[in-house]
C-alpha cells in the first residue's frame, strides 16, 4: 500500500514499529562508489598539475585535487563508518588551504 523510499532495511510501514532499523548494503555500496568516482577525479586533476604552463594553474590544480580527495575521503567516512577518515580529510584541508595562502602572499611580495 505504502511506497517504500528509505535506506533502511526493515519490514514495516511507515505507521508501524519495529523493525531491524539496519542500513541496507545498497546505501553503502553508493557511498562507496561515490568515494572512488571522488578519487579517480582527484587523480586526474594532479595529472593536470604537471603540464601547468605557470604557477597560478598549477596551484589551482592542487586546490582542485585536494577539494575533490576531500570530498572522496568525506563519501568513504559515510560508507565505512570510520571518524579517521575525516580527520585526515579535514587536516590535508588545512595544510592546502595553509599552502595557498602562503604561495599567494610570496608572490606578490607581502612576505619575503
Known amino acids: 500500500m505504502y511506497a517504500r ?3 533502511y532495511d526493515d519490514n514495516r510501514t511507515p505507521g508501524e514499529t519495529g523493525g531491524t532499523g539496519r542500513r541496507s548494503t545498497m546505501t ?3 557511498w562507496f562508489f561515490a568515494a572512488v568516482a571522488f578519487f579517480i577525479l ?3 586533476a594532479v ?3 604537471l603540464p601547468g604552463p605557470t604557477l597560478n594553474d598549477r596551484l589551482i590544480a592542487v586546490n582542485v ?3 575533490l ?3 572522496g575521503a568525506l563519501s ?3 560508507s565505512a563508518g570510520s571518524l579517521l577518515v575525516l580527520l585526515i580529510a579535514g587536516l590535508l584541508a588545512c595544510i592546502v588551504f595553509a599552502t595557498t595562502i602562503r604561495i599567494s602572499q610570496v ?3 607581502a612576505v619575503s
Open 69 to 71: 580527495a576531500c570530498a
Open 28 to 30: 553503502i555500496d553508493i
Open 47 to 49: 595529472l593536470r598539475i
Open 5 to 7: 523510499h528509505s535506506c
Open 42 to 44: 582527484a587523480f586526474c
Open 107 to 109: 608572490r606578490k611580495g
Open 76 to 78: 568513504l567516512t559515510v
Open 65 to 67: 585535487a585536494a577539494t
